[in-house]
């Protein structure tokens, strides 16, 4: 059994909707309301209006917290699962650099990279227009100006190369990270994520931190530690080990996962590249409870 009406999935400031598959572009009205329509409407007596077509109630409200509903207008003529996959790839790429695996982050962004360019022959115009939708829609404003959507761009404009006002702080906490230039300070707080600042938190303690909850698990013969609250293991093929709160799955030398809560995933170690075959075979499952 299947549904008569075929529906597909499109991205619109960072929200995931499933919209009537002959739809074209979404919008907001001025009251807040979400619709879509299978031709472009235009502003007629401050209201979108269609002169034909058909056009749909998505059925849901937005908070436009000071965005002019005038300017929501989002062309979406294709399913855009490819957004949400990159968003997922993104982030992976990004633990992988921070923790010094840099040849492999590169890997996920050149396929990245490559959603876009593929996706901007089927549904844009050019490049900068796939670029621009995936960036508006899918990325936070906060990550627009990391290390990875600066080397991102650089794949997919290498004669427009530019570098992000990124500052790198190496060994903080046991780990390295990614912080705008123009913060002077960085911090962890109590639930484990960091953040920086540009002004000293006086209310920062030290006898505040707790250490992240551990256990050990038996690997290919090594005895390793990984998050308590993480159930599987697996090597890439540039030799980073890795843990997962889920199940991965391995893609292009690495392994990935859809999941974008906190520490769903953490960086056990390093040993020597292995083969693709090797790190394909290489997830291991540890049910909570289990012992090393």
Known sequence: MKLKTPYKTVMFYGNILHVNSNANWVAVDRDGRLMAYAEKPHLINNVWDVESGAFWDLDDYVELEGEDWRNTLTYCSHDQEWMIESVAMLALAASIYVHESEDAAHNVIKFVAGHIKKNAIRAYDNKQQ??????????????????????????????????????FVKDYKGSDSLVPSWKRWIVVKNNWTEAAFDMKEEVMKLENFKPRPMREVEYFGETISIPAEHEWVATCADGSIHSFSYEPYYEWQVWITDETEPF??????????ISERDAANSLRHYPIGDAA
């Open 264 to 273: 769903a995933l953490y960086v056990v170690g390093r040993c020597m590249k």
């Open 130 to 167: 796939a670029y621009d939708a995936f960036l508006t829609h899918a990325i936070s404003e906060s990550a627009r100006d990391s290390k990875i959507i600066a080397i991102l761009w650089n794949e997919l404009f290498p004669e427009q190369k530019k570098e992000p006002e990124i500052r």
